[in-house]
């Protein structure tokens, strides 16, 4: 349960190790680099931003091709694909595949190419056949489509806008009142236009055109030397031609996507050069030699040291820092406590000088997530279901393995309370064997039914929520004693404390209580006592000390009055507890409405069916919401109410200098 | 006048349900346009925006549980019908307000804000967990709400 201790870390050594230094560090990812501030006399930074944006373009390009690939040559994933996280892989095969790089790089731009050429032909083949849409009409005309005319006759080749025979465009001239010699024929007609060839004489086209075009005649201007058949056979070969060729940069795709695992190799190994790059940029360094500084978990500095200044000759020195100064922060907890890690990570970091909550809330968690669920048969699937993931994908991403890992042991605690409470898919086993067996079967709750006693549970509830809170105060508490302010812990937590058990012990004995609970609680005449003093000494406290540094004692007395107002805060935060009676019984009682749907049916094989149907969708329903819900308010519990007494966050997280890939992981070999 | 008993006991349930039922509808229906608006920028959003969408459909939940109990309560479910009197008919109705009530408007106020955090995922996604935060507050209120309806409801001697 801790913060990791943080150090501060300084090498300075000779620029020609600088290359073998600076992977080392980044193979190992244990420091988080300081980029130099450039204040130093004598040193300079290097601008490598140029090579780093080369080195990200590359990889971009990789991962272009690799995406292409996928499109063409698809790559069978599971379902659960995702669970699987990022290869290993070793560190040989990491640098073999390096070596041919240049081999790599051409193949995927070979694919960027591929895929460009296939657009290009896809658009040359619709462009070709629109051409041969536009000729299909005057395939039965047989002469060459650009013709003109002879040396004495015009032809006219062009569409009068609907639909003509051959007389009507005779009658349509002689309407016009044209009388010169002129032959038409007609190529085709369609309900939108007639196609027509027209051979008149020089002399007289200008007029028997104009006498067409009031009709709506135009000329059509192609270019072809060659018949409309013809050239529709030329064009379809073109396609043909295309087609195939895209065919054959199909075929080569599956060829080249053999090489899909060595270009996911290359696209990391540009993308871990990148980030070199980027810290190379940051380091200040002098004619012959190069300084760097970071932050490194103790835990960590002595393999560092060793490495860098046995192997590397580098200068290495590591210094404890000073108190006040604001440190990166990574948590290290024990094997169950670290799957909550990932929620206090949403909520942020210890700030300085806080403690890591996480093993005291991993408790708290799972304890309450399971009484929010509390199903027995709920807990059994989530349960279930994440240790099979658990086990199925060992290499699974670390943030997805703790949050899984987390809902493992949900599961289990929601198992516990399922049984407690009697509830296996609500009242799953009394109604099957009512409505099938025709016998009274129920699951006896190991404790008691909370439908037949939420005030019992409430009551329970809201003492769960008294111990978090009392837990989350003797935290801020326990941080006071550490920096060595028991003054200070004695009259913001002490007296509280105080406080707060003389009225709960004033609370339990009387009338109000008895009434609640059902049950009257007769305390001893000197608890009593006792809890009027306590209740005095803490009431009178809080209201001198609180605002003890306040030199006006009419102000002092009046900001202690407004922090025993803080009672008000403390009621409500309590009775946000019932929320875990409220969702405990959501869960049952709409258990119980999907069951009393299912055995509407009564029994026989119809009735089972309808049974089993009601009952899959029905359940998955409730456990998808109320796992929904019961995540949601657990968090809540922690952020708001257990957190609220102590905890602020803000920490910034560790983020060393590693080998951020995308595709592998690299094992080293030491 | 004591057939009205019955009457009432089930105008209960039907208020539970359908107020809050009616909320939530709302609520989960404005958050879903703000979650479909998000998507259709980035669809890897989609499971962060589907579970604050969701987050105002726990009324309808609270409202039907609340029914359930009625119903089963007064003997509707089991076929045998409870003689019940027209002040116990009433008690029950006063009994499922709260949850009809304050579910229906805190469902509609948690959507608003599960729009507005919606917006906090849409720009910072690495700030999920404070965001849901936000409407699970609105929610508080439903559940006290839902409380003091379970308890009477179940404390109401039929």
Redesign the interface.
Known sequence: MAVLKMQKINICSMKKNRKQILETIQSMGVIQIIPDSGNEQGFHKMDTSAQRFQFEKTAATVDQALEILQKYVPEKQGMLSSLEGRKYVDHQIFDQAMENKRLYLSVANEVVQSEKKMAENHANILKMQVKIDNIRPWMNMDIPMNTTGTKKTDVLIGTLDREYTLEQVYELLVQEKIDAPVDISIVSASKNQTCLVLICLKRDTGMVEEALRIHGFARVPFLSRKTPKHRIETLLDKISQLEEETEKIKARMSDLAVNREDLRLISDYFRIRAEKYGVLGGLAQSQNVFFLSGYVPERDAGKVVDKLENNLDALVEVEDIPEEEEVPVQLSNNHFSESVEGIVDSFGLPHKGEIDPTFIMSFFYVFLFGLMLSDAAYGLIVSLACGIVLLKFPNMEDGLKKSIRLFFYCGLSTLFWGLMFGGFFGDLISVVASTFFHTEVTLPALWFVPLDDPMRLLLYSMLFGLIHLFMGLGIKGYMMIRDGKYLDCLWDVGLWFAFLIGLILLLVPSDLFASIAGQKFVFPAFLGVIAKVLTLVGLIGIIWMSGRRKKNPALRIALGLYDVYGITGWLSDVLSYSRLLALGLATGVIAEVVNTMASMMGDGVLGAIFFIFVFLIGHTMNLAINLLGAYVHTNRLQYVEFFGKFYEGGGKPFAPFKQHTKYVRIKEDH | MSDLGIVFALLGAATAVLLAGAGSAIGVGIAGQAAAGVVTEDPGKFAKVL?LQ??P??QG??G??VG??VLSNIGL?GGGVADISLQTGLLIFAACLPIGLVGLISAIFQGRTAVASIGIVAKKP?????S??FP??V??YA??A??IS??SV??IKI
């Open positions: 579970i969701l987050l459909g726990t939940i609270y039907l549980l359930f109990i479910l690495d700030q999920f967990a404070k849901m935060l699970a507050m929610e508080t559940i006290l839902l409380l379970i308890l179940t404390s």
